[in-house]
């Protein structure tokens, strides 16, 4: 094997990334899901969990139309890929009222669940990395 | 040569279910594998590649290797249960071969865990697989692209 940098050689791990960025920092809102896909790709055990800002992206009709970067590739595409990896998306009921998404019907069909702030600090618990954007 | 919107088929190859990975058979009881013409073609131009480390047991739904674009990351994923052999140097190094000729820069050599056409079975092949992937051109709308040398 001539060059290491070419194989994957890592353990199994539990990843969570924690999104705090919204639409108010659209450049910040592409990369999470793109490093979610390399790691669910690499037989990590992803989850992406939406919270303050960050929830606004579980609602609908704002990811749609969302681009990092002048010309980029739309947030929910990013996202579907990063479920297309096997990443699983977590929205933040708590955080939801502050940003006006008052019903389920509001939250967009990607996300795998809607639930609290101790299913949070489950996930950071039971995670051995945890990242945050 | 077949095609559907610019992509190209090749009816002696075997395919997932989603045309996203390619498999061939070796003389020798192993299978090559590499992406698509769709795959590919969603992906846009590959700059990084990198394979499970020879040696190591995949299982199903374990991926082969990793795929990066500027726009787009993910898994080539596995369907069978086997052994990586070995990956293409040539595409490692150099990744856009993906892009110029999706169907002979493989990407990795396996060795399956059971006999070759039992380990096939899995996947679609000839006439079955080019409705299927024309299918999937048609209903996505993807158009596919080469990069040139």
Redesign the interface.
């Known amino acids: 094997?001539?060059?290491t940098?070419?194989?994957?050689?890592n353990d199994e791990q539990t990843i969570l990334i924690i999104m705090t960025s919204g639409p108010s920092t659209p450049s910040r809102c592409a990369t999470p899901f793109?490093?979610g896909?390399?790691l669910?790709?690499?037989?990590s055990d992803v989850s992406i969990f939406f919270t303050m800002e960050g929830v606004l992206l579980a609602k609908k009709g704002i990811s749609d139309d969302l681009v990092a970067m002048e010309g980029?590739?739309k947030i929910i595409d990013f996202m579907h890929?990063a479920k297309?990896?096997g990443v699983k998306l977590y929205a933040c009921s708590p955080a939801m009222p502050g940003y006006k998404i008052d019903h389920a019907e509001d939250v967009i069909d990607e996300i795998d669940e809607i639930v609290g702030g101790g299913v949070l600090a489950d996930l950071i618990l039971e995670a051995d990395k945890v990242i945050t954007f | 040569m077949t095609e559907c919107n610019g992509c190209e088929f090749k009816p002696e190859l075997y395919y997932d279910d989603e045309f996203q990975i390619w498999v061939s058979k070796e003389e020798d009881g192993k299978l090559k594998v590499g992406m698509t013409d769709l795959s590919q073609s969603i992906a846009g131009k590959i700059m990084h590649v990198r394979v499970r480390k020879p040696g190591t047991k995949r299982a199903v739904g374990r991926p082969v290797a990793t795929v990066e674009s500027a726009k787009w990351a993910g898994p080539i994923p596995n369907f069978i249960n086997c052994v990586i052999d070995t990956g293409n140097e040539k595409v490692l190094e150099n990744p856009k071969l993906l892009n110029i000729d999706p169907y002979g820069a493989w990407i990795a050599v396996v060795t399956p865990e059971l006999p070759v056409e039992e380990a096939l079975a899995v996947f679609l092949t000839g006439e079955e697989a080019r409705k299927g992937y024309c299918q999937r051109a048609y209903d996505d709308d993807i158009q596919c692209e080469r990069l040139s040398l």
């Open positions: 094997m001539a060059n940098e070419f194989y994957i050689d793109f490093l896909s390399i669910a790709a690499m037989d980029g590739k890929d297309e990896a």
